[in-house]
C-alpha cells in the first residue's frame, strides 16, 4: 500500500514537473517572439533608413573626372552608408520607364544633357533624419562650396520613415510590455500550483527542523534546471516559426543575424532562469511561513 502511495506521489511529481517546464516553455516562446521581433523591426528600421537617397549636383563646368574625384573623398566621410557616382547616360536611363528614349530627353534642353552627372549617397542610419541630412547638407555645402550647386534630398520622406518608425515602435513597445507582464504573471501562477502540490513536504521538512535554507536549496536548484530547459525549448520552438517563416513563407523575409540571435538566445535564458528562481523563492516563503492548518 505504502509503496503504490509512493509511486502515486513520485508520478504526481514528475507530472507537475514536466507540466511546469511545458508552461514555462510556451510562455518563453511567446516572449521569444516578442524579443526576436523587436530585434528584427530594428533591422528593417535600420533598412529603411539606409535606403533613403540624397543627390549632389555640381556646377556646369565640372566634368564627371572632377566628379568622381569629389566621390572618392565623400566615401571617406562618416556619415554616408554609400556613395555613387551617376553620369548623364546613367541617370536618363533610370526614367527611360517614363516611355521617353534619350533622344526626347535630351531634346527638351535643345540639344543639352538634361540630366548632369552627380552624385547619390544613402545615408547611414544615425543620420538619416531631419536633423542629421541637415547636417550633411550643411557640410557639403561648407567643404565643396565652389563646386556643389545643390544638394537635394526628399523632406517628405525623410520625416515619414522616421515618424511612421516612431509610431510603430510605440505601439509595438506598448503590447509587448503588457505580453511580458503577463506572460510572467502565468510563469509565476505555473510555479506555484507545482509547489501547491509539495506544500506538505515542505511543511513535514520544516516540523523536523530543516531550516529555511536547507529547504530551498534543492527547490530552488531545479527552477534553475526548469528556467533553462524551458529557454531551450522555448528557443526551439521560436527557431522553428523564424524557419518556416523564412523558408517555407516566401513573401516574409526576417533579418536576424547572428548577433541578434546570440543576443536573444542569452536574454530568453537569463529570463527563464530568473522568472523561474524568483517565482519559486516567493512561492517558498508562503509556504513556509503558513501554519499546518492553513495548508489544508
Do not use: C
Not at 79 to 101: M, R, T, W
Not at 165 to 176: D, N, T
Not at 247 to 258: A, D, G, K, W, Y
Amino acid at each position: 500500500m505504502s509503496s503504490s502511495a509512493e509511486k502515486y506521489s513520485k508520478r504526481g511529481v514528475t507530472t507537475s514537473y514536466v507540466s511546469t517546464i511545458i508552461g514555462i516553455s510556451l510562455v518563453l516562446f511567446v516572449i521569444s517572439i516578442i524579443v526576436g521581433g523587436s530585434f528584427a523591426l530594428k533591422s528593417i528600421q535600420k533598412q529603411a533608413k539606409e535606403s533613403l537617397q540624397a543627390d549632389i549636383f555640381f556646377k556646369p563646368e565640372y566634368s564627371d573626372a572632377d566628379i568622381k574625384q569629389v566621390e572618392q573623398e565623400l566615401r571617406t566621410w562618416k556619415y554616408f552608408k554609400e556613395v555613387k557616382f551617376i553620369n548623364s547616360d546613367q541617370a536618363i536611363n533610370e526614367i527611360k520607364g517614363l516611355g521617353q528614349s534619350k533622344e526626347d530627353i535630351v531634346g527638351i534642353l535643345d540639344g543639352e544633357i538634361a540630366i548632369p552627372s552627380n552624385i547619390s549617397f544613402h545615408p547611414k542610419e544615425e543620420y538619416a533624419d531631419m536633423d542629421g541630412m541637415e547636417t550633411i547638407k550643411v557640410e557639403l555645402l561648407k567643404a565643396y562650396q565652389n563646386e556643389i550647386d545643390e544638394v537635394h534630398y526628399d523632406k517628405e520622406s525623410v520625416s515619414n520613415v522616421n515618424l511612421g518608425f516612431k509610431r510603430f515602435v510605440f505601439l509595438f513597445g506598448f503590447i509587448a510590455m503588457l505580453l511580458v507582464i503577463v506572460a510572467t504573471a502565468m510563469i509565476n501562477n505555473t510555479i506555484r500550483l507545482a509547489l501547491y502540490s509539495q506544500r506538505f513536504l515542505i511543511k513535514t521538512m520544516q516540523l523536523v527542523g530543516a531550516t529555511s535554507g536547507f529547504i530551498r536549496k534543492p527547490f530552488l536548484i531545479k527552477a534553475i534546471l526548469q528556467g533553462v530547459v524551458s529557454a531551450v525549448i522555448g528557443l526551439s520552438l521560436f527557431m522553428l516559426l523564424v524557419y518556416i517563416t523564412d523558408n517555407v513563407m516566401e513573401v516574409i523575409e526576417l533579418h536576424l543575424n547572428l548577433e541578434m540571435l546570440l543576443s536573444l538566445f542569452i536574454i530568453i535564458i537569463l529570463l527563464g532562469v530568473l522568472i523561474s528562481y524568483v517565482s519559486t523563492w516567493f512561492s517558498l516563503n508562503k509556504y513556509l511561513r503558513m501554519k499546518v492548518d492553513d495548508l489544508y
